[in-house]
């Protein structure tokens, strides 16, 4: 059974920065391209960011420049580095891989605000 166990999120001010992880177990990680998503209150959930296999990555266009996506294949984590916040990033972030295939998370809440 695959879970995905996402961390670090908080509060943090606008133009501040924070870094999510997320564990994944149950799946051949390093076959799988992964994702980070976000749900904002009466929004549908986004993916904001995907890295493939091989490392290449793609952002949406709210979040580009300001947010990296990284995997460690032998720690079997992939990570989501927020720089620069906004106020309209504050949702709950959740990982899955590309296609969101599997049961999501409890994912972790992440607020921008001052």
């Known amino acids: 059974q695959v879970q995905l166990v996402e961390s670090g999120g908080g509060l943090v001010q606008p133009g501040g920065s924070l870094r999510l992880s997320c564990v994944v177990s149950?799946?051949?990680?390093?076959?799988?391209?992964m994702g980070w998503y976000r749900q904002a209150p009466g929004n549908q959930r986004e993916r904001v960011a995907s890295?493939?296999?091989?490392?290449?990555?793609n952002y949406a266009d709210s979040v580009k420049g300001r947010f990296t996506i990284s995997r460690d294949n032998a720690k079997k984590t992939v990570s989501l580095q927020m720089n620069d916040v906004k106020p309209e990033d504050t949702a709950v972030y959740y990982c899955?891989?590309?296609?969101?295939?599997?049961?999501w998370g409890q994912g972790t809440q992440v607020t921008v605000s001052s």
């Open positions: 899955n891989d590309r296609a969101a295939t599997y049961q």
């Open positions: 890295i493939s296999t091989n490392g290449g990555t």
């Open positions: 149950g799946m051949i990680f390093r076959l799988r391209e």
